[in-house]
């Protein structure tokens, strides 16, 4: 591969995986802790244009509110426990904006991948509106954030806002012309479902240029697959299980 690639190996799922409720500054402050130096998170908007980190389209899995996140002001949901569910020792712990977390990763030195995650109907004003406040927040980083998704969409929005950040498109199947779409879409890397990769779906994406990462991997055996594969990143909820050192 010509291109550097900015970007460690391993990457913390939504901050600390399942050790502390997920896209929480809790949880990124606990993946630090163990050593991990980029993380992945979940950004959606609010009902009032507000970036907030959150995966579920829905409130009850992690939060104390109910409906859909995406239709409540921002005034309403930082108002909820995003904590308690996990459990007591995280109580109280708040809903994070995108600028609260890009606060703690410059001032801490982490990297982050940023999955652009819309409400379902906001796909493409989603994706603007991610990349537009991380192009405004990295402005004067060293490196950037990666953006990916999953909805074509979203990464044709972050693309028309902020050109200039890395794209990376997410895949949970091979579909009829992912690795085209990935290359119209100018993304510098495919993000796969761990199981996904083989030898010839490596050496596609590697030979278009582009870079091969995976979610969520937890077992040492699918790590070491992934690792002999030469794949180039992996994402895993095991922060206390896999070094980033190694």
């Known amino acids: 591969m010509s291109t550097p690639w900015p970007y460690p190996r391993w990457i913390a799922h939504r901050g600390a995986g399942k050790l502390a409720p997920e896209n929480t500054l809790a949880a990124f402050r606990f993946g630090a802790a163990h050593g991990y130096r980029m993380f992945e998170c979940d950004a959606k908007l609010s009902a009032d244009g507000v970036v907030f980190l959150m995966h579920d389209a829905t409130l009850e899995r992690t939060t104390s509110g109910r409906g859909i996140g995406g239709q409540k002001p921002w005034s309403e949901l930082a108002q909820l426990d995003a904590g308690g569910w996990h459990s007591r020792a995280f109580a109280g712990e708040?809903?994070?904006?995108?600028?609260?977390?890009?606060?703690?990763?410059?001032?801490?030195?982490?990297?982050?991948?940023?999955?652009?995650?819309?409400?379902?109907?906001?796909?493409?004003?989603?994706?603007?509106?991610?990349?537009?406040?991380?192009?405004?927040?990295?402005?004067?980083?060293?490196?950037?954030?990666?953006?990916?998704?999953?909805?074509?969409?979203?990464?044709?929005g972050a693309a028309a806002a902020a050109p200039e950040l890395p794209r990376g498109l997410l895949l949970d199947t091979l579909w009829n012309g992912w690795l085209e779409t990935a290359r119209e879409l100018g993304c510098v890397a495919i993000v796969c479902n761990h199981a996904l990769w083989d030898a010839t779906v490596v050496a596609q994406v590697h030979g278009a240029g582009l870079r091969a990462l995976s979610y969520t991997v937890n077992d040492d055996w699918a790590a070491q697959r992934l690792i002999d594969l030469g794949t180039d990143g992996i994402i895993t909820d095991r922060v206390d299980l896999f070094s980033p050192a190694r």
């Open 94 to 156: 708040p809903l994070p904006t995108l600028e609260n977390l890009a606060r703690f990763c410059l001032a801490n030195h982490c990297l982050l991948n940023i999955e652009i995650k819309p409400t379902p109907g906001t796909e493409r004003e989603t994706g603007e509106a991610v990349a537009r406040q991380a192009a405004t927040l990295w402005r004067d980083a060293a490196v950037p954030p990666l953006l990916t998704s999953f909805q074509v969409d979203a990464l044709k």
